[in-house]
Each structure stands twice: as C-alpha cells, then as structure tokens.
C-alpha cells in the first residue's frame, strides 16, 4: 500500500521532532480516554455540577419563605465579609484548623518514634493508640460531651473528688475554653493517624545509611536530623494537608459537642454553613457564597498538595 | 395589659397562695408519691390568644366531659375513604424514641396497625424521624421533590412550608370536619394567607414541675412554689446558696438552635409584657419585634441575673435541652423546671432502667417529690406556649410526583380522629380534635396519667407563636442566639435584645420587601 510522507510546513527544520496536535494525541489517546471516562463522568455530576450551581446561586437571594430567587449580584458576599460574625468564625476556624493539626502532628511524630523502637507490649500499645482514630466521631462526641459536661461531667466531678479543683470545671460552656477543648478532642482524635503514616514513613528510613552514620560516630540527634527527618518530609507534609484538609471540613466533632455555642464561640466554617443553610432560614444563596469562599481556601491548600504529591517539579508530559 | 388587669393577676396570685397555705393539699399529695400543687385549681387565664375559654376547659369541665361519647373510628374512617381503597403513602413523623415512656410505644405501632388494618390495600411507608432532624431533613426532601406524601410537624414548622407553596390547601368539609372542632388557636396555627395548610392533631401546654424534697431541704416552704418569676429567682437562689453549687435551683435551658428553649424562655418573656414580635397582643400584626422593650429587656435581665449573677442555673444551661434537665433533674441537681405533663411517666421509665441501689433510691425520692404546678406569672401576665402538633399533606413538586390523594386522606382522617389524636398524645398532650375529650379514651387516660390537669390549667394561659414563616428561624437561632450572647456575656442583655430585635426586624422586612 503507498503512503505518502508527510509534508512539513515551511520553515520547519526535518531534523526536529514534532509535537502532535492537540486533536492528534486526543486520537492517539482515544482508548485512555474511554477508560477514564466514567470516572470523569461520575465527577461532573457530583463535582462538577453542585460546584458550578453553587457559584451561580451565591448570587442569588433566597429563604425560607418564597420559592423564588432574586438576583442580588456580589451582595451575598459583601454581607458576608462585612459581617463581625464570619471573621468571627474565620479566627475559629484558623484556630481548629492549625491548632488541631501542628498538634496532631507533634503528637503523632512523638507517638510514631516511641512506638518505632523495640520494647515489651508495643504491639497491644500500638492497638491501644488506635483506638480513637478507628471509633466513630459520633461516638467520641457524645463520650467527650459528658465527660466535659459542666454539671455532671466526669472529668470535672473527678477532679473534685480529688480535692483538685474546688469548682466545677466549665469547658464547654465558656466561650474562652471551648475552642482549646475542641482541639484536644480532635487531636486525640486524629493523632493515630499521623502515627500510622510517620511509622509507615520510618520503615522507609535506610538501614545501612543509619549504621554507616553510627560507625562514623553521628549522634542520635545527628542521625535523626539528617537521615531520619529528611526521609520523612514527603510523609510529613502530605499527612499535614491532608489534616488541614479534613479539619478546615470537620463538622461531626464540633456539631455534636457544642453546636458552635456558647454565644459562636465555637462556630467553624462548615457549621456556620450548615446553620445558615438548614439551621435557620434556609439562605441557601448566603450558604453558597461561604461555601464558594470556603472552597478558594480549599482550592489553594489543594494546589499546595497537589504540588507536594508530584514533588514540585516540571511535568512528565509524553510527547509523542 | 392594663393595670387593673395586672393587679387582677397580683391579687389572685396572693389569693391562691392563702388557699394553698390553708389547704395544705400536697401533703396529702407527697403520701401519694408524685403531687399537683393545689395551686394549679385557681384559673385566672383569659384564653384570649388560643381560644380557650378557662369556664368551658377546666379540669372539672374535662373530667366532667369524658366518657359522654362513644366513637366508632373505623366506620367514620371508612365513610371517609373506603376500606378497599389502594394506594401508596409516606409518612413522616417524630414519633416515640428510646426515651418515650413505653406506652407512647406500644400506641404508636398499635397506630400503624390499625392503619394497616383499616386499609390493607394502601402501602404505607412510616419513617420515625428523630425530633431534632425531622425539619432539616423535610427541609432539604420538600427542596429537592422528595419529601413524604404526609407529615405530622410540631406547630411551629408548618407556616414556612406553606409560604413555599410546598403544602396543600386543606378543606376540612372533606375530613368530615368543621372549624368548631378545634381551638381556635390550633387552627390559626395552621392558616396562612387565610388558607388553611393542614389540620391540627394535638394541643398542649407545659407546666412547672418542682422537687418538694430540695425545697424542705433548702428551707423553702414546700407547699408553697414560687408564684412569680421573681419568686424562681429567690427560691433558685435560696436552694444553691444552702444546698452549696452541687445543687442548683432551675433548670434553665438556652442551647442554640434547640426547639426546647423557645418553649421554656418564652412563658418568661410574655409574663414580663414582652414578645418577639407582637404574638402576645389580642390582635397580632406580626411586623415588629417588642422584643427589646423595657419588658422584654426585663425578661432577659431575669435570666442574666439567675446565670451570671446568681450562679442559680446549670452551669450548662447553654449547651443542655430538655434531656440533660432530665438528668440533672433525676440526680437532684436542680429543684425546677418547667415540661410536659409526660415528664413523670418519662422519669418513671428511666427509674425503671436503673440498677444501682443508691441511684435508685435517690432517683425514686425524687419521682415521689415531684410536684406540679402553673408556670409563675411576670408582672404582666401569666403566659405558656401553646404548643402541639400538625397534619400535612405535600403538594405533588415537593413530593416529586402525584400524591396519592385518598391514601393522604386516610392518613390525615385518622391521624386527627377523635380516638387517635388522643392515643398518639397519650402522655403528653390533648386531642386537638375536641371529640377527643369526650372519648372513653379520654377517662381512662384521665385515671391513669398524672398531672394531665395540671396542663389543662395551663392552657387558658397559651399563646402561639408567631404564625408567620420566620418563626422557625426565630424561635430556633435568633432567640437562643440573644441568650447566649447575654448568659456568655459576649453582649450586655441591652445589646443581646437589640441585636436580636434588630435581626427579627431585618427578616420580617425581607418578605414585606
């Protein structure tokens, strides 16, 4: 069969290679694509869509009593940014958010490297450690919200008992203790995590590099600071974001606990959303711009991971 | 209220209290366990709001009533829709949970039965949704076309479903019914728009429940519970500064967004002259809120004062419902509170459960001590919410499809019948159709649940919340948002009652615009 070469355009060396086009490679790519294509359809729908209809209803004004939306342009927005309220929750939320995950993660760490060496009842005190992370949150809100419990809560009660406090330990009725409360709970809560992956992480540490580094005379500080650590910095920084994540969306804990009470003191972004969307008057165009608002911060930490999973560098395009 | 109206409350109060000084009734009633104080005889409500006219709705009267009729639910049922009649339905409702005292239960399912049994050809779908989900959940089902054909909502919820337009008209010609069958009151509670969205199944009012044992303990007079708000805050304060802070005196309740702390704060601010908009007047127009007037300012003030200053409260007033007052209740932690009438039969059912010797002779001492009495008065009136619940049918958008209209029919025909809007309130509430009263149902039910008169006295006192679309929105975040920006002291009690007037205001405005 003859084949004709193929012509080049002018001003194009021979010698170099040439990149396909665009509609080229989709063709080239065409089984790929199918492949992917119910994955890709599945996310349009419960991504992609409930995505776009957000942003275009956080334009929108409705409530509770009229079916109908008014278009009201950025005004969802402006009111939300003008409003004491959400940079209220904002600072909660920064605070759930990083004070739950930097300890999280020194607990973690800490836990990881104990739990790293050799010693008698590691494994069951492994198992023990487990145990907040694999219970259900729902669980662990209502036990932490009765022992914390003002007037009956065990915590409160035992250390009276014991003659250590002489009142009554208020958490979660004082607006100036309930967020650090929160914290604890969720950092007893999600430590076991970091503790699964940095001890994952510790498995990958060479061997031989850390005998080569005792036979050299390197101290324990030494050889965790230049062989360990830098090992463990992927684990460290993906367990980071993806913590950050999952408490920039955590709604169980602090829903159960205190309802964002007292006085908001505990409101976080996701249950201010919530509030504003079911617990009061049906505002869905107000709860769509915070959550567009709560997205772009989303979208920003996720770019961040996306970066540390692919490590930053160019990408491993295929050409041709 | 004009002041020879207020003096009328004030001199029937002192009245009361020298009868109940003479009478000396609740010792009688200690002998018998669980007591009425004698108190709760008196009727000085006027019934303006509700309808309910004290001279025709008494204890007496009620007693009197019961047992004159005799009902035959399935024959009437059927006249109604045929028993042949195929179909399917959905129904949704906050039915019994594992706190209910087992009889609510047993009615309940002997209820869908009976249902089943009447028209075995119509498949009926139940769904027993948990009270604090049911309007999220209905909420976001209407929105979306998948809410049930039929729903039994707390009377607060309907009038914003309505205002969507996801609820269907109601005749009550079709039901075999007529408006005098019901409290004018439950019916306005269902009308929006002069329309009517649904059929009322059952009206009640709460009552103040005291622990006679804490009162002697604390050396109150036990015979004699507080008549006013006022006399709450000596008596709360007087049990906690002798009995020390283990023991508080009321059981306040002002968690966020909690269908319980409307019920317990609103009696407080009606009594003191104020309301969140104008709900307590005799002709409401609903378009500004009275809440932070010099009363209602008032009204707030009482419960800073019991929180902050005096220390009398639960400390987690701001996170408890009515279920932690329970609890504190049960384990003498407080010494009042204010509940259903079914709080007894609920607080016999968890003595049930308890197996530790100490905890049950405590909590059994405390079952024994339980008096009720009327909600005290402020210095303007006597006031309790007027509360129950209603039948309604979605439209076919909010449903997302045709409802199955004679299936919807026999639901609400027998969810509001004379035997059965009776049986599913056994414990904790009144037939809303006023047959219901003269069932023999109803004497048995007299004879067997305590303190049901209690309630009864109460009703002439009700007034119903603000039947507009924002008083879900109102009563369930904006209020208790105003208390706990008080009680946290995040705002004085001027600016907690501005910032929540400001914010009602701000809603009403919104639709009027």
């Known amino acids: 069969m003859a084949t004709q070469a193929p012509t080049l355009p002018a001003g194009r060396s021979p010698n170099r290679r040439e990149v396909p086009g665009v509609l080229s490679r989709m063709r080239r790519h065409a089984a790929d694509y199918l492949y992917v294509a119910p994955a890709i359809i599945v996310m349009l729908v419960v991504i992609g869509y409930p995505l776009v209809y957000t942003v275009y209803r956080s334009f929108f004004f409705t409530d509770a009593r009229d079916p109908s939306w008014t278009w009201t342009g950025i005004s969802n927005y402006t009111g939300i940014l003008s409003d004491n309220l959400f940079w209220q929750v904002t600072r909660n939320t920064f605070v759930w958010t990083v004070g739950s995950t930097v300890l999280a993660i020194v607990l973690g760490f800490a836990a990881a490297m104990v739990l790293h060496r050799e010693f008698v009842g590691r494994g069951l005190l492994r198992g023990i450690l487990l145990i907040p992370w694999v219970i259900s949150a729902v669980a662990a809100a209502y036990i932490w919200k009765w022992m914390l419990h003002s007037d009956y809560g065990l915590i409160s009660n035992q250390l009276l008992a014991w003659g250590w406090i002489s009142d009554a330990l208020v958490v979660l009725d004082d607006r100036s203790r309930v967020m650090s409360a929160l ?83 505990s409101q976080l972004w996701i ?22 608002i709560l997205f772009l911060f989303m979208a920003i930490i996720g770019y961040f991971y996306v970066r540390a999973l692919t490590g930053g560098g160019p990408k491993n395009e295929e050409a041709g | 209220m004009s002041d020879s109206q207020r003096r009328s409350v004030l001199s029937s109060s002192l009245d009361r209290r020298r009868l109940i000084g003479t009478v000396g009734g609740a010792a009688a009633g200690l002998a018998l366990g669980a007591s009425v104080a004698p108190s709760v005889l008196a009727q000085d409500g006027q019934g303006a709001q509700t309808g309910v006219d004290p001279a025709t709705w008494n204890p007496e009267t009620i007693t009197a009533m019961a047992g004159t009729e005799t009902v035959d639910t399935m024959a009437e049922m059927h006249a109604l829709v045929p028993a042949e009649t195929a179909g399917e339905l959905s129904w949704w409702v906050a039915g019994p949970n594992q706190a209910s005292p087992p009889i609510a239960t047993q009615l309940f399912d002997e209820y869908i039965t009976t249902f089943n049994t009447m028209w075995p050809a119509i498949s009926l779908d139940v769904q027993n949704v948990d009270y604090n989900e049911l309007l999220d959940k209905t909420r976001v089902a209407a929105a979306g076309g998948a809410a049930p054909s039929v729903t039994k909502f707390p009377i607060l919820w309907g009038v914003e479903f309505a205002a969507r337009g996801l609820l269907q008209e109601i005749r009550l010609e079709d039901y075999g019914l007529t408006a005098d069958m019901f409290w004018p009151g439950a019916l306005k509670s269902v009308t929006w728009q002069d329309k009517i969205y649904g059929i009322p199944t059952n009206n009640e009012t709460m009552a103040f429940i005291y622990n006679r044992d804490i009162f002697q303990r604390a050396g109150l007079n036990p015979d004699m519970p507080p008549q006013t708000w006022d006399e709450v805050r000596q008596a709360s304060k007087t049990i906690t500064d002798t009995l020390g802070p283990r023991v508080r005196g009321y059981g306040m309740v002002a968690k966020q967004n909690a269908g319980n702390t409307p019920f317990r704060f609103m ?180 004879e067997s649940i305590r303190f049901l008169e209690v309630t009864t006295s109460m009703l002439p006192y009700g007034i119903p919340f603000p039947v507009v679309p924002e008083s879900t929105e109102i009563m369930n975040s904006i209020i208790p948002d105003m208390l706990q920006n008080a009680l946290s002291e995040t705002m004085s009690v001027q600016e907690a009652a501005d910032d929540a007037a400001q914010k009602i205001n701000d809603l009403i405005s919104q639709r009027a615009s």
Do not use: C
């Not at chain 1, 980071?240 to 920039?248: D, E, S, Y």
């Not at chain 2, 339980?370 to 958008?397: C, E, K, Q, W």
């Not at chain 2, 599913?424 to 006023?434: A, I, K, R």
């Open chain 1, 183 to 265: 914290v604890v709970v969720n950092v007893w809560k999600e430590f076991p995590f970091v503790m699964i992956m940095v001890m994952a992480g510790l498995q990958t540490v060479p061997q031989p590099l850390l005998r080569a580094a005792r036979v050299d005379g390197a101290s324990s500080w030494n050889q965790f600071r230049h062989i360990t650590l830098p090992h463990l910095k992927g684990v460290l920084l993906i367990t980071t974001l993806l913590l950050a994540v999952t408490n920039l969306n955590s709604f169980t804990l602090p829903f159960l606990m205190t309802g964002g009470g007292p006085a908001n003191a």
């Open chain 2, 267 to 446: 009696p407080l601010l009606w009594a003191y002259g104020g309301s969140a908009l104008d709900e307590a007047d005799e002709a409401p127009t609903y378009a500004t809120s009275k809440i932070n007037t010099p009363e209602g300012v008032a009204a707030l003030q009482l419960m800073y004062d019991m929180y902050v200053t005096d220390k009398s409260v639960p400390t987690s007033a701001l996170t408890n419902t009515q279920v932690e007052n329970q609890d504190l209740f049960l384990t003498e932690q407080i010494a009042m509170m204010i509940s259903h009438p079914s709080e007894y039969v609920a607080l016999q059912s968890k003595l049930a459960t308890l197996t530790n010797p100490e905890e049950l002779e405590r909590a059994q001492r405390v079952v024994d001590n339980m008096v009720y009495t009327l909600i005290p008065a402020g210095p303007v009136r006597r006031a309790v919410v007027f509360g129950g619940s209603n039948a309604h049918i979605f439209t076919d958008a909010a449903h997302g499809g045709p409802v199955d209209q004679n299936a919807a029919k026999a639901m609400m025909g027998l969810l509001t019948s004379p035997e059965w809007s009776l049986k599913n309130n056994w414990t904790d509430s009144n037939p809303s159709n006023l047959r219901g009263f003269r069932t023999p149902w109803m004497k048995e039910r007299l």
């Open chain 1, 271 to 292: 249950t201010e959303i919530y509030k504003i969307s079911f617990g009061a008057g049906l505002r869905y165009g107000e709860a769509s711009a915070y959550s567009v």
